[in-house]
């Protein structure tokens, strides 16, 4: 029990469509990250929201948006899929005082 | 060039084996570091961090190599359970910053 929820678990889209992931934790993570790892690759930083803000974003284009709410749950957005966003999306929180980062079981996200 | 090198493998070793693994950073100023373990379609989750001074926790150690930018993972007396991909990650800012840079893991194999 990672205290890191993430819905749905899989999820099939088609190309061009949108989709909306969520992660919720404990409160008290203030801190929320989403990853990308595609298939035999290492995870690859989307963004960072720290109390409802974006504080650091990767290389990755607009259509990848994030939310924080005041309860600290968290969305990623993806809009106009494409095939190459097929991948395990990870979140990952970050206590107050932990260096230890810790992720929720992820979305495998398919887009055919 | 990556910003974080390790090679993918896979290492194949009998039970009861020691073995390395290694990893290059390319930006000289990163901050903090640590090694994840990552089941098949799991989530990463953190194995232990990596100081300069070296760290042990069990049959695993770590070491940092600052002036070489260099993070190494020693594995003694394999189980069959260690079995997994360990991923290389960099912090490239102190605190909890959450952007998280990931290798693109070195899979082990322990067989019997």
């Known amino acids: 029990e990672t205290g890191v929820t993430q819905s749905p678990t899989h999820l099939i889209k088609t190309r061009g469509q949108q989709v909306t992931l969520r992660c919720s934790s404990q409160?008290?993570?203030?801190?929320v990250s989403w990853y990308q790892q595609a298939l035999g690759q290492g995870p690859q930083f989307i963004f960072q929201?720290?109390?409802?803000?974006?504080?650091g974003r990767g290389n990755f284009p607009p259509r990848f948006s994030g939310l924080q709410f005041p309860n600290y749950s968290s969305e990623l957005n993806v809009n106009a899929l494409e095939l190459d966003d097929s991948a395990l999306y990870l979140c990952?929180?970050?206590?107050?005082?932990?260096?230890?980062?810790?992720f929720g079981s992820g979305t495998r996200l398919t887009v055919v | 060039r990556k910003e974080v090198e390790q090679d993918p493998g896979p290492f194949n070793v009998p039970e009861g084996a020691t073995v390395a693994f290694n990893c290059t950073y390319s930006?000289?100023?990163?901050?903090?570091f640590f090694w994840y373990r990552q089941d098949c379609r799991k989530e990463p989750k953190l194995l232990m961090s990596?100081?300069?001074s070296g760290n042990e926790d069990g049959r695993f150690t770590a070491q940092l190599n600052r002036a070489s930018q260099y993070i190494s993972l020693l594995i003694r007396d394999s189980k069959l359970s260690d079995s997994a991909t360990y991923l290389c990650?960099?912090?490239?800012?102190?605190?909890?910053?959450?952007?998280?840079?990931f290798g693109q893991g070195t899979t082990l194999q322990v067989k019997p």
């Open positions: 409160s008290g993570h203030n801190t």
């Open positions: 990952a929180v970050v206590g107050q005082g932990n260096y230890g980062y810790t």
């Open positions: 929201y720290y109390r409802e803000e974006e504080n």
């Open positions: 990596v100081y300069s």
């Open positions: 990650v960099v912090n490239p800012l102190s605190g909890n910053t959450g952007k998280l840079i």
């Open positions: 930006n000289s100023a990163s901050q903090s």
